[in-house]
Every structure is written in structure tokens, then in C-alpha cells.
């Protein structure tokens, strides 16, 4: 049984940084890749950002190329979501999912495991 967990949520002011992280429990991730998605009130989940967990190959949403980073800890099984230069627009809660397999895709649906979520708040 595979289990994620999301940290590092929270309010911040437009322009801010927070940094989120996703631990995963139960399998090897090695060779999986690991996605964040975001769903605000009202609106369906979007994708933000990948990453390979075995060449470290990753690729963003337009929304948030050059502000969020996505990066890797193997040896600790977490994967990390920098977010910079954060705006209001970016408030919803953010998701971390598994897929196992290969490929990096940006729906939803293509994941296979996900976690419970954390909140993300930016004021203006």
C-alpha cells in the first residue's frame, strides 16, 4: 500500500515563497514518476509539475514555468515543490500523486496513487 504525504502548506503574501514537500511510504519510487496537481474552489484539478524520479527529468505547467521547482530526495523518498514569486491565482490545494510506469503526464487520471492534499493560501 502506497501512502503520500503532503507538507509545507500555509498563507503567505503575493510575491512570497513556500516550499512543499511529499513523502511516500509503503513501495520503492525509484523509477516512477511523481507529479503535483492543484484544484482551487470551483475549479478542476490541474497539473503543475512532474518529475522522474530515475533521470530527474522534469517539465512544468505554463502557469508556473520559471516561479515553482520540483525536485527530488531519493535517499529520503520525498519529492519537493519550491514555489516562488507566488500570486493569488496560485491559492488551491496542492496534491502530490505517484504514477507508476513510465511517462510524465499531465492528467490526473494517469496517476495511480495520491495524497490528501495541502492548502495553499496567497493574499493580495
Known amino acids: 500500500q502506497v501512502q503520500l504525504v503532503e507538507t509545507g502548506g500555509g498563507l503567505v503574501q503575493a510575491g512570497g515563497s513556500l516550499r512543499l514537500s511529499c513523502a511516500e511510504s509503503?513501495?520503492?519510487?525509484?523509477?516512477?514518476?511523481m507529479g503535483w496537481f492543484r484544484q482551487a474552489p470551483g475549479k478542476e484539478r490541474e497539473f503543475v509539475a512532474a518529475?522522474?524520479?530515475?533521470?530527474?527529468?522534469?517539465y512544468y505547467s505554463n502557469s508556473v514555468k520559471g516561479r515553482f521547482t520540483i525536485s527530488r530526495d531519493n535517499a529520503k523518498n520525498t519529492v519537493n515543490l519550491q514555489m516562488n514569486s507566488l500570486k493569488p491565482e496560485d491559492t488551491a490545494v496542492y496534491y502530490c500523486?505517484?504514477?507508476?510506469?513510465?511517462?510524465?503526464?499531465?492528467?490526473?487520471?494517469?496517476?495511480?496513487?495520491w495524497g490528501q492534499g495541502t492548502q495553499v493560501t496567497v493574499s493580495s
Open positions: 500523486a505517484a504514477k507508476l510506469g513510465v511517462g510524465m503526464p499531465q492528467r490526473s487520471g494517469d496517476y495511480d496513487y
Open positions: 509503503g513501495r520503492t519510487f525509484i523509477g516512477h514518476t
Open positions: 518529475i522522474n524520479l530515475s533521470s530527474g527529468s522534469t
